[in-house]
């Protein structure tokens, strides 16, 4: 059999899952306005070549501390730097051993139910990598977006609550102190994170700095460079917050708008591009004999190729359009 239509079908499969995956992801914009805001803030770091020493030395306890099964998957994940950024922004336990055991559980299983229903070798092994690829990335995308939506919703009343204390007299460091005693969730974690950081020795915008990265988001980002420009210039820190906790406010308002807005279309784009993938699956279950004829008629191969780059196309367009840069 000719290889050229299974790996047109194959790839036309990769690049309408990918492009899905990608386009509604999130818009472009909000990644190059995280990259103005990193050369903002850039501008306003100080470093000092003991907070650096003591760095490098917490690294090496915490490289210390990694389980063998973290170290060997690791080798094999791609970027595990990056995994392990994004598995501590979900604010969970989780490790990239246990991300890697998940993946690894997961290919095997997708590959297995496809292959004993009688599919093609190939096409087993390609659902079962997608799946052991995507799950898990979803999963974790899935708590990131809830704790950073969870952070974002309550991250204006702690500037509120910093402004309060600053104009009653207490400095910066005490009053972020209060706010991770006073406010729960993730807003409470992470300035609570940001205290213990300074008791080990960390200077203020050091700390600031680390959760801003660690965290992604724009509104802290914007609260780190306000610090790190006010320490510089002077002026009144209490109304700069203040100010901030009202456009941030309104920065919400707004998203909330465009989401109510957008819904419409994002719902029907992902019901259309996810409708024949589901009729393939249950006809597949229900009579296999009938659609193992996709895999054999080149004919068929090719017609399925087509149908979903145009698909990832229609799906591309449709995500771009619905995005809106605030």
Same mark, same amino acid.
């Given at each position: ?28 914009? &909000? ?23 003591? &760095?490098?030395?917490?690294? /090496?306890?915490? *490289?210390?501390?990694?389980?063998? !099964? ?5 080798? #094999? ?11 501590? !922004? ?10 890697? !055991? ?33 799950? @898990? ?15 974002? *919703?309550?991250?204006? $009343? ?12 207490? @400095? ?9 005693? &006073?406010? $729960? ?19 203020? $915008? ?39 906790? $009202?456009?941030?406010?309104? /920065? ?8 109510? !807005?957008?819904? &419409? ?14 009729? =393939? ?13 996709? #895999? ?27 995005? =809106?840069?605030?």
């Amino acid at each position: 059999m000719d290889l050229l239509p299974l790996l047109m079908i194959g790839g036309g499969a990769f690049a309408v899952l990918a492009m899905m995956v990608f386009a509604f992801s999130g818009p472009s914009v &909000e990644r190059a306005g995280a990259r103005r805001l990193t050369g903002l803030r850039d501008r306003h770091t100080v470093s000092a070549t003991g907070q650096a020493a003591m &760095e490098a030395q917490i690294r /090496r306890v915490s *490289a210390a501390r990694a389980t063998r !099964m973290d170290n060997t998957f690791a080798r #094999f994940l791609p970027n595990p730097a990056q995994l392990k950024k994004r598995l501590s !922004m979900t604010g969970k336990t989780w490790t990239v051993g246990q991300y890697g !055991m998940a993946s690894l559980g997961l290919t095997l299983i997708g590959f297995a139910a496809l292959w004993l229903q009688g599919a093609p070798i190939w096409l087993s092994l390609f659902v079962g990598l997608f799946l052991g690829a995507g799950i @898990p990335h979803f999963v974790v995308g899935v708590f990131i977006k809830r704790r950073v939506g969870k952070f974002t *919703a309550k991250f204006p $009343d702690a500037i509120e609550l910093l402004v309060r204390g600053l104009r009653s007299g207490l @400095p910066i460091t005490e009053t972020m102190t209060v706010v991770g005693s &006073e406010i $729960d969730g993730p807003v409470g974690e992470e300035f609570r994170a940001v205290s213990d950081k300074m008791k080990i020795g960390k200077s203020l $915008d050091t700390a600031l700095q680390e959760t801003s990265d660690r965290l992604g988001t724009p509104e802290f980002q914007f609260f780190v460079i306000t610090i790190a420009i006010q320490r510089e210039t002077g002026g009144n820190l209490a109304e700069t917050l203040a100010n901030l906790a $009202d456009v941030l406010r309104k /920065r919400s308002q707004m998203k909330l708008k465009i989401k109510a !807005m957008s819904s &419409e279309s994002k719902a029907s784009a992902l019901i259309v591009g996810a409708l024949p993938f589901i009729v =393939f699956g249950l006809v597949w279950f229900i009579n296999n004999n009938y659609m193992a004829n996709f #895999f054999k008629d080149e004919r068929l191969m090719v017609a399925g190729g087509g149908g979903l780059i145009w698909m990832a196309l229609g799906a591309w367009i449709m995500a771009k359009m619905v995005n =809106f840069e605030i």
